[in-house]
């Protein structure tokens, strides 16, 4: 078939043009559609063996009563509609207020690691590309360096850093202070700093009122005292990767663009403010997105350090559902927390776009 | 138009070869053995999972495995898993779970429900041969399912040398002792008492104040009793007195570590203290003690164990229950017991073990008063939010916190039900 209609194709008179135009699958541009797809057709299969199935999986048993035995499209899974979902997000109860906690523990970690993980990448790039930086080579592998480390070894080497008799107790022992059992610590850090003002009980209209189980209140408790150990470890493992992204871009910026601001007498700030900046928003929008993306997903830190203790301020959606699934056997329950973060991270990605993108076109008018 | 037909008749194509290699391959089909075809004794390879306290315990179940295959011609591949609950979970998923695995009394729970468990020990010769507060923990809707292979109590661990240093002379025999000699053996650096901040390391007062967790029946939980707020008001008293501290108060990750470090003079906690003592405080001399009885001299502590699961849907099931036969006498239990240190779950197994270590004779007795460990199918976050607030003891409200874990627990029953 096909062979015969490339003859056609070749030995048509130009007059033919037009029934060309209708079967355009036999033209030398449909030829190489067709070429294109067979091509990517093996990595099209890998991806909807090893992704688009597994995720149509797991939202079927986000909406099943599957119990982890067997198959879940087996005959004794039944669907159950929208019951898990409701169990984590309207139903008061253990379920919803433990997503709620961990939902919040989580939103501390981004608010935290993101924006300070990319000023620390982009100070590392700077620093780190500059012409006259004797050794740039070496401080290049060591700022990238634990970004090679695994992350187990990373986790086990925090472990002693933040141990209560551990190296950075030891330190500020040696100032004359008193460290905290950082990771037996479930202080919010804002509480914390509130009680140091005097504010030890909630006023009651934060106190008795809420969302998703967690009262106000303890909504802005902050991160924990062991939440800041994970929050130290993810900034200094991920600040070398982001640095790497940053580098290239900033060799990219032409550097007559440089010189011209520096004779028309810009001064360093100014320079980054005006220039190295706005060329760089490009790699600052992947950075954010990257980050914004890992940070909601955190599961090998939470898994390793602390497993959602102390008094589950380390727990996150990503490791509450491993819970909820293998700890509890509540399949259904485990695979809808991950679709709720799924839908948040969602949602959020598609925010940060519109924003960066509103104001890239409100520069441009 | 053209490249989305494309791709929909591609996503088609590929949807067709996943469900075939679904549906063919054994990855998630249901297991096509049969406890028809099982009962047939057959030589096929058995697999046995177990979660490893160490180098000693690895050692001790290959060698078991070992002498198993030679005496039945069955080999056995011995898997320590990492995660136990994790890869057990994995296996049940695929349709092909280990043939024989460790099961805790929790986990059990969730397994009986669902019904994959072989109610084997009714087919065994020892199956009556132990203790109620074992046997009960792997009791479902009163079948015994799964026998215990080895058996844990809390006791009293004292320092003998801040003992006689505090000149006391008996141990305590009851709570206002218990409170005397905490009192006398605190001094600035080391408190008289710690215990672990966790429901398993304080629900024997509850006990022994008359409590108890739930009604026997397992379908009512029955935590904000009188008596329990009382039992934690007790423990409150002492945490605010300074005379009692939980492990985390002075840098220990558990209350054993507290007490090698003499940070903590007495210890309520189970015996694998003793395994920990020997290899990271030699120094240490201690005694250990039976727990102190009630105000109504109610004696009573909490039993912990495991046991052998066996998946009812399996490739040799009459070959793993051998192994469980195997691996269940009292021979091997002292084998296992010698080897890392563990309690048999045998009585004719346990009489041997107190001859041999007399020292340890106060755990296999206070078997007599145990009660299991709260094990409640799908508990595991009730019961962590629990401790997260047990934790909080000193400055928390006993009854609001017993009220809270009511709901929370009462709330997984009936979710299960």
């Known amino acids: ?365 | 138009m053209r490249s989305k037909f494309a791709i929909a008749a591609l996503a088609a194509a590929g949807l067709a070869v996943l469900s075939t290699a679904c549906s063919s391959g054994n990855g998630f089909g249901s297991s096509s053995a049969s406890s028809a075809a099982a009962a047939t004794p057959n030589k096929s390879a058995l697999t046995l999972m177990f979660g490893s306290s160490g180098t000693a315990e690895t050692a001790a179940v290959q060698q078991a495995a070992k002498a198993f295959t030679k005496q039945s011609g069955i080999p056995v591949q011995v898997i320590a898993a990492s995660n136990l609950t994790q890869q057990v979970a994995q296996g049940f998923s695929g349709g092909t779970p280990p043939n024989v695995f460790y099961l805790d009394p929790l986990t059990f729970q969730n397994y009986a429900k669902d019904g994959v468990l072989d109610a084997y020990p009714s087919t065994l010769p020892n199956s009556s041969d132990f203790a109620s507060a074992l046997s009960q923990a792997f009791t479902y809707k009163s079948t015994f399912t799964c026998e215990p292979k080895d058996a844990s109590t809390l006791a009293l661990y004292v320092n003998t040398t801040d003992w006689q240093q505090a000149g006391l002379g008996a141990p305590p025999s009851n709570w206002s002792q218990l409170e005397a000699d905490a009192k006398k053996l605190t001094t600035g650096g080391r408190a008289g008492l710690t215990i672990d901040q966790t429901h398993s390391g304080i629900d024997e007062f509850l006990y022994q104040n008359g409590g108890t967790v739930t009604n026997a029946a397992g379908t009512k939980v029955e935590l904000d009793s009188s008596q329990n707020v009382a039992a934690l008001t007790f423990l409150k008293g002492m945490l605010n007195q300074g005379i009692m501290k939980f492990p985390s108060q002075v840098g220990a990750g558990f209350s054993g570590q507290a007490f090698g470090e003499n940070k903590a003079a007495m210890d309520i906690i189970g015996n694998w203290e003793n395994g920990e003592l020997e290899s990271d405080y030699p120094n240490v001399k201690f005694k250990v003690y039976p727990l102190p009885a009630g105000p109504s001299g109610t004696h009573a502590t909490l039993s912990f164990t495991n046991c052998w699961g066996v998946p009812k849907q399996q490739s040799n099931l009459a070959g793993a229950v051998d192994l469980v036969k195997f691996l269940t006498t009292s021979q091997q239990e002292m084998t296992f017991s010698k080897a890392f240190g563990v309690i048999p779950s045998l009585n004719t197994a346990q009489a041997q073990y107190v001859k041999t270590y007399p020292q340890y004779a106060t755990f296999v007795q206070e078997l007599a008063y145990a009660h299991p460990d709260i094990a409640i199918a799908g508990s595991t976050q009730a019961l962590s939010a629990f401790d997260s607030a047990l934790q909080q003891l000193g400055s928390g409200n006993p009854a609001s916190i017993l009220k809270t874990a009511q709901q929370n627990l009462q709330a997984v029953i009936n979710q299960g039900a």
């Open chain 1, 1 to 365: 078939m096909t062979v015969l209609a490339r003859q056609d194709g070749r030995t048509d008179p130009p007059a033919a043009g037009g029934i060309r135009a209708r079967r355009p699958l036999f033209t030398a541009r449909g030829r190489e559609a067709v070429a294109g797809w067979l091509m990517s057709a093996p990595v099209i299969v890998l991806l909807l063996v090893f992704l688009v199935a597994p995720i149509a999986m797991a939202a079927w048993v986000s909406v099943s009563d599957w119990n982890g035995i067997g198959s879940p499209f087996a005959s004794g899974v039944h669907a159950v509609g929208g019951r898990n979902y409701a169990a984590l997000l309207t139903q008061p109860g253990l379920p919803q207020q433990q997503l709620g906690e961990s939902l919040r523990n989580n939103l501390y970690y981004v608010i935290i690691v993101v924006p300070v993980q990319t000023a620390l990448a982009l100070g590392l790039a700077l620093i780190v590309s500059r012409k006259r930086l004797a050794g740039r080579g070496f401080f290049r592998t060591s700022y990238y360096f634990p970004s090679m480390t695994s992350s187990v070894a990373v986790s086990i080497l925090f472990l002693y850093i933040f141990g209560t008799a551990g190296v950075l107790n030891a330190i500020i022992g040696d100032l004359g202070g008193q460290g905290p059992n950082w990771l037996d610590d479930p202080n919010g850090v804002l509480h914390i700093v509130l009680s140091g003002l005097g504010v030890t009980t909630a006023p009651g209209a934060l106190a008795n009122h809420g969302f998703l189980g967690v009262s106000w209140w303890d909504w802005l408790a902050g991160p924990s005292v062991a939440m800041i150990a994970i929050i130290a470890l993810a900034i200094w493992t991920t600040a070398g990767t982001f640095m790497l992204i940053f580098l290239p871009a900033i060799y990219a910026i032409p550097s007559d663009i440089t010189e011209a601001a520096t004779m028309d007498g810009a001064n360093a700030w100014q320079r980054f403010r005006r220039i190295t900046l706005p060329m760089l928003r490009p790699a600052l929008f992947l950075v954010l997105t990257l980050g914004l993306i890992s940070t909601w997903q955190v599961f090998d830190q939470i898994y390793l350090m602390s497993q959602g203790n102390p008094a589950g301020t380390t727990l996150t959606p990503a490791f509450l559902s491993y819970l909820t699934s293998f700890q509890d056997q509540q399949w259904g329950q485990g695979a809808a927390i991950a679709f709720i973060l799924f839908a948040l991270i969602v949602v959020l990605t598609i925010a940060q776009r519109l924003i960066i993108s509103e104001r890239r076109a409100g520069r441009a008018s």
